[in-house]
Every structure is written in structure tokens, then in C-alpha cells.
Antibody, heavy 124, light 110 residues
Framework: EVQLLESGGGLVQPGGSLRVSCAAS????????MSWVRQGPGKGLEWVST????????YYSDSVKGRFTISRDNSKNTLSLQMNSLRAEDTAIYFC?????????????????WGKGTTVTVSS | EIVLTQSPATLSLSPGEGAALSCRAS??????LAWYQQKPGQAPRLLIY???NRATGIPPRFSGSGSGTDFTLTISSLEPEDSAVYYC????????????FGPGTKVDIK
């Protein structure tokens, strides 16, 4: 069974740092790009970042560029998101998602598997 | 940056009725358009990808259509469990790793 399990969420002060992780199982992790998507309290989904399967191509939303870093360890089937200079508006559930749907593109056009999410709260 | 607009914001319908949810892009996204269903307290679930392809295990009452800038998710005969928020999502043609979600349409089944 394909599974994604996030961890590492918690309470952090504004300006602080936090690292969240995602453990993947049930598929060949290194073959797929992976993404982070977040959802603020009572809000919609917001794409945060995507990393290619080999780890050589990174993409970020403008709202986190320069503050967040996505990375992966293909030997451990783990995806991570290092979050620095955190702000109150970064408070959200952070979902890890597998990029899929390779029918029309060699990169993938959708997110076909999602974890349950980990909650990050930025507050003093 | 490509912006997605969804309408209506909320839809209230009865079981057995049909629903048409709209997603419009600020510029062409080719067919790189997906739809997700999210119920309270749950992760999103992929319904449709590349505008019109149903994901694995999705019932045939869900269908997608459109290309370019205008897309529609159609639910042919609503069931009580279809109460949820529905999001569209696009991926840029280039660079390939940039994604955007629409603001969502909430569907209530009366």
C-alpha cells in the first residue's frame, strides 16, 4: 500500500525554524517528484514546494522562496521541508504529496497520493 | 503567475441532482488541470487529472472536461457522501514544477 506519513510539526515562535518530514512507503520513491502543500486554518490548499525525483530540481511558491528548503533522502525514502524565518501566516497543516499523472508529461501533473498532514503553529 | 478562479463558491443541492463546478485559469494551462475532493479533517483526494481522466477508484458520476482556460467538474447524480470542498489545480507547462490551487467550491447536499 502506498503511504505517506508526515512528522515534525509543532509550536514555534515567529522568526524561528522547524523541520517537517515525510516517510514514504509502497512505491519506488526515487522515481517520483514530491511536493509539500499547506492549508491554513479554515482556508484552502496552497502549494508550497516541489522536488524532482533525483533531487536536482526544486520549485517554490513566492510566499516561501528564500525561507523554506525542500530536500529528500532517496536512500531512506524521506522528504523534508526546512522552514526558517517563520511567520504567523505560515501556520497551517502541511501535507506531503506524491506527484503523479505522467500520461501527458514526463514530470507529472497532479498529486495522486497524500499524507494526513502535520500541524505547524507559529505563535508567541 | 497563473491564477485559478472557481465558481460558484458554494453550491447547495439535493441528492440525485447534478452539479457543474467551474474552474477558470488566467492563462492557458493546456490540459494540466486536476480536481480534488476534500472532506473535513481529511487530506484531499484526487478525482480527475489532465482535465478529463478519472483517477483510480473514482466513481463514473464524476467527470471532467475543458481545455485551455475553462474547465468543468461535473457530478452527474449527487450522493450524500459528495458533500465536500472541491479544488482545481494546475501545473505550469514550463517550468514543470510550479503548481497552483483554486480557492475551492463547497458542495452541500441538503
Amino acid at each position: 500500500e502506498v503511504q505517506l506519513l508526515e512528522s515534525g510539526g509543532g509550536l514555534v515562535q515567529p522568526g524561528g525554524s522547524l523541520r517537517v518530514s515525510c516517510a514514504a512507503s509502497g512505491f519506488t520513491f526515487r522515481n517520483f517528484a514530491m511536493s509539500w502543500v499547506r492549508q491554513g486554518p479554515g482556508k484552502g490548499l496552497e502549494w508550497v514546494s516541489t522536488l524532482s525525483g533525483g533531487g536536482d530540481r526544486t520549485y517554490y511558491s513566492d510566499s516561501v522562496k528564500g525561507r523554506f528548503t525542500i530536500s529528500r533522502d532517496n536512500s531512506k525514502n524521506t522528504l523534508s521541508l526546512q522552514m526558517n524565518s517563520l511567520r504567523a501566516e505560515d501556520t497551517a497543516i502541511y501535507f506531503c504529496a506524491k506527484v503523479g499523472c505522467y500520461g501527458n508529461s514526463d514530470f507529472g501533473t497532479c498529486m495522486d497520493v497524500w499524507g494526513k498532514g502535520t500541524t505547524v503553529t507559529v505563535s508567541s | 503567475e497563473i491564477v485559478l478562479t472557481q465558481s460558484p463558491a458554494t453550491l447547495s443541492l439535493s441528492p440525485g441532482e447534478g452539479a457543474a463546478l467551474s474552474c477558470r485559469a488566467s492563462q492557458s494551462v493546456n490540459s494540466y488541470l486536476a480536481w480534488y475532493q476534500q472532506k473535513p479533517g481529511q487530506a484531499p483526494r484526487l478525482l480527475i487529472y489532465d482535465a478529463s481522466n478519472r483517477a483510480t477508484g473514482i466513481p463514473p458520476r464524476f467527470s471532467g472536461s475543458g481545455s485551455g482556460t475553462d474547465f468543468t467538474l461535473t457530478i452527474s447524480s449527487l450522493e450524500p457522501e459528495d458533500s465536500a470542498v472541491y479544488y482545481c489545480q494546475q501545473r505550469t507547462n514550463w517550468p514543470p514544477g510550479l503548481f497552483t490551487f483554486g480557492p475551492g467550491t463547497k458542495v452541500d447536499i441538503k
